[in-house]
Nanobody
Framework: QVQFVESGGGLVQPGGSLRLSCTAS????????MGWYRQAPGKQRELVAR???????NYADSVKGRFTISRDNAKNTVYLQMNSLQPEDAAVYYC??????????WGQGTQVTVSS
């Protein structure tokens, strides 16, 4: 049974940083592409960052240059380093595997709030 457990969210001031973690079980973060998604109130869930099995990464234009996705194969965990956070980055952040989209399963997500 696939499970993703996201953590690391919180309240941060504009310009601040957070590092999100997503630990997977029942699947491998190194064999399959992994993605970080976010959903703000009243908006559709969107893909913000993706890493493929070779380590190649892609980012939404809105986060390019500020967010970095990485993974630790030994820990079966994917990370999202978020710098220069802005109020528009506030959302619930989820991880998943792009090949599962549209997905029947999503983890509980981790809330990111950006406010002064």
């Amino acid at each position: 049974q696939v499970q993703f457990v996201e953590s690391g969210g919180g309240l941060v001031q504009p310009g601040g940083s957070l590092r999100l973690s997503c630990t997977a079980s029942g699947t491998s973060v190194s064999i399959y592409s992994m993605g970080w998604y976010r959903q703000a109130p009243g908006k559709q869930r969107e893909l913000v960052a993706r890493i493929d099995p070779r380590g190649s990464t892609n980012y939404a234009d809105s986060v390019k240059g500020r967010f970095t996705i990485s993974r630790d194969n030994a820990k079966n965990t994917v990370y999202l380093q978020m710098n220069s956070l802005q109020p528009e980055d506030a959302a619930v952040y989820y991880c998943n595997q792009p090949f599962r989209i549209p997905a029947n399963y999503w983890g509980q997500g981790t809330q990111v709030t950006v406010s002064s």
